[in-house]
Protein backbone atom coordinates (compact mmCIF):
# COMPACT_ATOMS: atom_id res chain seq x y z
CA UNK A 1 0.00 0.00 0.00
CA UNK A 2 1.40 3.42 -1.04
CA UNK A 3 2.28 5.10 2.15
CA UNK A 4 3.25 9.15 2.02
CA UNK A 5 5.21 9.48 5.51
CA UNK A 6 5.01 13.07 7.49
CA UNK A 7 7.77 12.89 10.38
CA UNK A 8 9.72 14.26 12.95
CA UNK A 9 13.45 14.17 12.19
CA UNK A 10 14.32 12.54 15.46
CA UNK A 11 11.90 9.97 15.07
CA UNK A 12 13.15 8.61 12.23
CA UNK A 13 14.72 5.45 12.17
CA UNK A 14 16.99 2.97 10.56
CA UNK A 15 14.24 0.42 9.54
CA UNK A 16 12.24 3.78 7.65
CA UNK A 17 15.67 4.86 6.07
CA UNK A 18 16.24 1.38 4.80
CA UNK A 19 12.79 1.30 3.30
CA UNK A 20 13.35 4.41 1.55
CA UNK A 21 16.63 3.25 0.43
CA UNK A 22 14.57 0.06 -1.83
CA UNK A 23 14.34 0.48 -5.43
CA UNK A 24 10.70 -1.02 -5.31
CA UNK A 25 9.59 0.76 -2.21
CA UNK A 26 6.10 2.17 -1.60
CA UNK A 27 6.93 5.02 1.13
CA UNK A 28 7.98 8.49 0.57
CA UNK A 29 8.93 10.95 3.13
CA UNK A 30 8.85 14.45 4.28
CA UNK A 31 10.80 15.03 7.25
CA UNK A 32 10.34 18.07 9.79
CA UNK A 33 13.54 19.50 10.62
CA UNK A 34 14.26 19.18 14.28
CA UNK A 35 17.59 20.93 14.91
CA UNK A 36 17.80 20.70 18.78
CA UNK A 37 21.43 21.55 19.22
CA UNK A 38 19.88 24.79 17.73
CA UNK A 39 17.31 25.36 19.47
CA UNK A 40 19.40 24.78 22.50
CA UNK A 41 21.49 27.24 21.98
CA UNK A 42 19.79 29.71 21.11
CA UNK A 43 17.90 29.70 24.18
CA UNK A 44 20.83 29.86 26.00
CA UNK A 45 21.71 33.15 24.30
CA UNK A 46 18.62 34.39 25.24
CA UNK A 47 18.67 33.31 28.70
CA UNK A 48 22.55 32.72 29.71
CA UNK A 49 21.61 32.35 33.31
CA UNK A 50 19.97 29.08 33.24
CA UNK A 51 21.59 26.68 35.43
CA UNK A 52 19.32 23.42 34.74
CA UNK A 53 16.63 22.71 31.95
CA UNK A 54 13.79 20.27 32.21
CA UNK A 55 13.68 17.94 28.91
CA UNK A 56 10.33 15.86 28.21
CA UNK A 57 10.68 13.24 25.48
CA UNK A 58 9.60 10.59 23.93
CA UNK A 59 10.22 7.21 25.23
CA UNK A 60 10.90 5.56 21.72
CA UNK A 61 13.67 7.75 20.92
CA UNK A 62 16.36 9.17 22.78
CA UNK A 63 17.47 11.72 19.97
CA UNK A 64 16.56 14.79 20.99
CA UNK A 65 17.90 13.76 24.67
CA UNK A 66 21.01 13.13 23.77
CA UNK A 67 21.84 15.87 21.50
CA UNK A 68 20.73 18.30 24.36
CA UNK A 69 23.00 16.42 27.26
CA UNK A 70 26.03 16.73 25.09
CA UNK A 71 25.73 20.52 24.68
CA UNK A 72 24.12 20.93 28.23
CA UNK A 73 27.77 19.95 29.31
CA UNK A 74 29.63 22.59 27.25
CA UNK A 75 27.36 25.85 28.61
CA UNK A 76 27.57 23.52 31.95
CA UNK A 77 23.92 23.60 32.52
CA UNK A 78 22.24 20.62 34.39
CA UNK A 79 19.95 18.28 32.37
CA UNK A 80 16.66 16.36 34.22
CA UNK A 81 15.09 14.59 31.97
CA UNK A 82 11.69 12.88 31.82
CA UNK A 83 10.32 10.49 29.35
CA UNK A 84 6.58 10.34 27.81
CA UNK A 85 4.60 8.10 25.89
CA UNK A 86 0.75 8.38 24.77
CA UNK A 87 -0.46 7.60 28.47
CA UNK A 88 1.66 9.63 30.35
CA UNK A 89 0.01 12.48 32.39
CA UNK A 90 2.24 15.01 31.58
CA UNK A 91 0.12 17.32 34.40
CA UNK A 92 1.82 14.91 37.11
CA UNK A 93 5.02 15.29 35.82
CA UNK A 94 5.09 19.08 35.83
CA UNK A 95 3.67 19.10 39.43
CA UNK A 96 6.76 17.27 40.35
CA UNK A 97 9.39 19.38 38.20
CA UNK A 98 12.27 20.38 40.84
CA UNK A 99 12.19 24.01 42.27
CA UNK A 100 15.51 24.36 40.58
CA UNK A 101 14.53 24.05 37.02
CA UNK A 102 14.86 27.45 35.74
CA UNK A 103 13.65 26.77 31.63
CA UNK A 104 11.28 23.82 30.21
CA UNK A 105 12.14 22.57 27.24
CA UNK A 106 10.19 19.63 24.95
CA UNK A 107 9.29 18.24 22.19
CA UNK A 108 6.49 19.40 19.65
CA UNK A 109 3.82 15.80 19.95
CA UNK A 110 4.17 16.59 23.83
CA UNK A 111 2.96 20.55 23.03
CA UNK A 112 0.24 19.52 20.91
CA UNK A 113 -1.89 17.38 23.28
CA UNK A 114 -0.77 19.60 26.70
CA UNK A 115 -0.24 23.18 25.20
CA UNK A 116 -2.85 24.76 28.42
CA UNK A 117 -0.76 22.87 30.93
CA UNK A 118 2.66 23.05 29.67
CA UNK A 119 2.36 27.13 28.89
CA UNK A 120 0.48 27.97 32.18
CA UNK A 121 3.42 26.10 34.30
CA UNK A 122 5.45 28.15 32.31
CA UNK A 123 4.27 31.28 33.14
CA UNK A 124 3.36 30.75 36.77
CA UNK A 125 7.05 29.54 37.26
CA UNK A 126 8.51 32.41 35.62
CA UNK A 127 10.85 30.17 33.27
CA UNK A 128 11.26 30.26 29.41
CA UNK A 129 9.88 27.09 27.66
CA UNK A 130 10.95 25.82 24.35
CA UNK A 131 9.58 23.08 22.01
CA UNK A 132 10.08 22.36 18.28
CA UNK A 133 6.90 23.70 16.75
CA UNK A 134 6.56 27.31 15.48
CA UNK A 135 2.96 28.37 16.93
CA UNK A 136 2.20 31.71 19.35
CA UNK A 137 1.16 30.12 22.41
CA UNK A 138 1.66 32.29 25.47
CA UNK A 139 3.78 30.63 27.95
CA UNK A 140 5.74 29.43 24.79
CA UNK A 141 8.57 32.18 24.44
CA UNK A 142 10.51 30.12 22.01
CA UNK A 143 9.67 27.81 19.29
CA UNK A 144 11.99 26.66 16.61
CA UNK A 145 10.43 23.82 13.76
CA UNK A 146 7.82 23.56 10.98
CA UNK A 147 4.94 25.17 10.31
CA UNK A 148 1.67 22.69 9.31
CA UNK A 149 1.03 24.77 5.95
CA UNK A 150 4.72 24.31 4.75
CA UNK A 151 4.48 20.44 5.50
CA UNK A 152 0.99 20.59 3.53
CA UNK A 153 1.87 22.03 0.61
CA UNK A 154 4.95 19.42 0.10
CA UNK A 155 2.34 17.19 1.09
CA UNK A 156 0.40 18.47 -1.75
CA UNK A 157 3.16 18.70 -4.64
CA UNK A 158 4.25 15.12 -3.67
CA UNK A 159 0.81 13.69 -3.56
CA UNK A 160 0.15 15.32 -7.15
CA UNK A 161 3.06 13.74 -8.72
CA UNK A 162 2.21 10.31 -7.46
CA UNK A 163 -1.21 9.95 -8.92
CA UNK A 164 0.09 11.43 -11.71
CA UNK A 165 2.53 7.98 -12.19
CA UNK A 166 5.70 9.03 -10.38
CA UNK A 167 7.50 5.89 -8.95
CA UNK A 168 7.95 6.47 -5.33
CA UNK A 169 11.39 5.55 -5.76
CA UNK A 170 11.86 9.18 -7.69
CA UNK A 171 11.22 10.75 -4.29
CA UNK A 172 14.54 11.37 -1.63
CA UNK A 173 13.07 12.05 1.75
CA UNK A 174 12.55 15.97 1.46
CA UNK A 175 13.21 17.91 4.80
CA UNK A 176 11.66 20.65 5.47
CA UNK A 177 13.93 23.43 7.36
CA UNK A 178 12.53 24.46 10.50
CA UNK A 179 11.85 28.21 11.45
CA UNK A 180 12.41 30.50 14.40
CA UNK A 181 9.76 31.92 16.33
CA UNK A 182 10.09 34.18 19.46
CA UNK A 183 6.93 35.25 21.69
CA UNK A 184 7.94 38.89 22.78
CA UNK A 185 5.33 39.03 24.97
CA UNK A 186 5.89 36.11 26.71
CA UNK A 187 9.56 36.58 27.19
CA UNK A 188 8.40 40.54 28.90
CA UNK A 189 6.21 38.30 31.28
CA UNK A 190 8.70 36.28 33.07
CA UNK A 191 11.25 39.28 33.02
CA UNK A 192 13.29 38.11 29.71
CA UNK A 193 14.76 40.79 27.45
CA UNK A 194 15.46 39.00 24.21
CA UNK A 195 18.57 40.47 22.58
CA UNK A 196 18.36 42.38 18.75
CA UNK A 197 20.86 39.53 17.57
CA UNK A 198 18.38 36.49 18.38
CA UNK A 199 14.98 38.79 17.15
CA UNK A 200 16.49 39.59 13.82
CA UNK A 201 16.58 35.61 12.88
CA UNK A 202 13.23 35.37 14.01
CA UNK A 203 10.84 34.37 11.05
CA UNK A 204 7.80 35.21 13.12
CA UNK A 205 6.98 37.48 16.67
CA UNK A 206 4.61 37.67 18.55
CA UNK A 207 3.79 39.77 21.18
CA UNK A 208 0.26 38.72 22.68
Known sequence: ?????????????????????????????IISG??????FDLLMQIDPDIDTVFVLYFEETRAMID????????????????????????ASI?????????????????????VSVLTQTALRRRIPFSANAVTTYPGLMLGYGNEVTALSDVA???????????????FPPEIIEPQLMIHVGTAEAIGIEVPETILEQADLLAYD
Open 1 to 29: MPILLIVDESYMTDSIRDELAQPDTHLAA
Open 34 to 39: TAHEKR
Open 67 to 90: AIERLAAAYDVTVISESYNSTTDI
Open 94 to 114: LDTMPDEVDALFTDGAVLSAN
Open 156 to 170: ARFASQLFEGKPFSD
